[in-house]
């Protein structure tokens, strides 16, 4: 299957820092990727919804501003968490839309922990 | 505006058993897609099976088949032969043909007992 990788899985930093975490798709060309939060024992929230070559768009209640989404390629989107703070801490997951062939699936990526001290 | 529903936060079954986990959709749009994941503790997001609203017959990937019923707007994903690796939280997901973007159910933990 279609692989995604994340990177880095797990980041600590300090609050007012900022922190940026790369989703490849590793074998296939993503027009389309998602960024994903998750809490604990929570399901996935969609954040944003990142297309190569325009400017993401994000859902109701999220801060652009916070959460800078780049998708400066086919195979590469970078989520950049800006003057982090505690309640940013969180598990983030990006996916990759295939949409080759008939299924039209998404893969995840292994997800990054973020804890904010 | 499209609903996922899993009414079941957890689930228990016996090794060796089969297990149903319930999903249940809502959407107008007549052109959608469902989709089932598993999440182990590590976090990853592993991808089961796939439904499109079109198909015939019901999905089936080795172990796993979508008992995908239209009529109820209900995807609910069987098990079969359960094995102590399948316990871990599973997520219904849809995505509608005119949207981008996927949506997630609750989930359900699946706790397989030797």
């Known amino acids: 299957g279609a692989v995604v990788s994340q990177h880095p899985s797990r980041v600590i930093c300090k609050s007012g820092t900022s922190v940026k975490i790369e989703c490849r798709s590793l074998?296939?060309?993503?027009?389309?990727m998602f960024w994903y939060r998750q809490f604990p024992k929570q399901s996935l929230m969609l954040m944003a919804t990142?297309?190569?070559?325009?400017?993401?768009?994000?859902e109701q209640g999220v801060e652009k501003d916070k959460f800078l989404i780049n998708h400066a390629s086919l195979t590469l989107s970078t989520l950049t968490v800006t003057s982090a703070h505690p309640e940013d801490s969180s598990f983030y997951i990006c996916?990759?839309?295939?949409?080759?062939?008939?299924?039209?699936?998404?893969?995840f990526g292994p997800g990054t922990r973020l804890t904010v001290l | 505006a499209q609903k996922i529903t899993q009414t079941q936060p957890g689930m228990f079954v016996q090794e060796k058993e089969a297990v149903t986990l319930d999903c249940t959709y809502d959407?107008?749009?007549?052109?959608?897609?469902l989709f089932w994941y598993k999440q182990p503790s590590s976090g990853e997001m592993i991808f089961l099976i796939y439904?499109?609203?079109?198909?015939?017959q019901n999905a089936t990937e080795g172990r796993y088949s979508l008992n995908f019923q239209k009529a109820r707007k209900s995807a609910n994903l069987v098990i079969s032969a359960s094995q102590l690796g399948d316990s871990a939280m599973y997520f219904c997901?849809?995505?509608?043909?005119?949207?981008?973007?996927?949506?997630f159910g609750a989930g359900t933990r699946l706790t397989v007992k030797p």
């Open positions: 074998d296939f060309q993503a027009t389309t």
């Open positions: 439904q499109g609203s079109y198909d015939q």
């Open positions: 997901a849809m995505r509608v043909r005119n949207n981008n973007d996927m949506r």
């Open positions: 996916s990759a839309r295939d949409a080759r062939g008939g299924q039209d699936t998404q893969y």
């Open positions: 990142s297309n190569e070559g325009s400017k993401a768009t994000y």
């Open positions: 959407t107008s749009d007549p052109s959608y897609g």
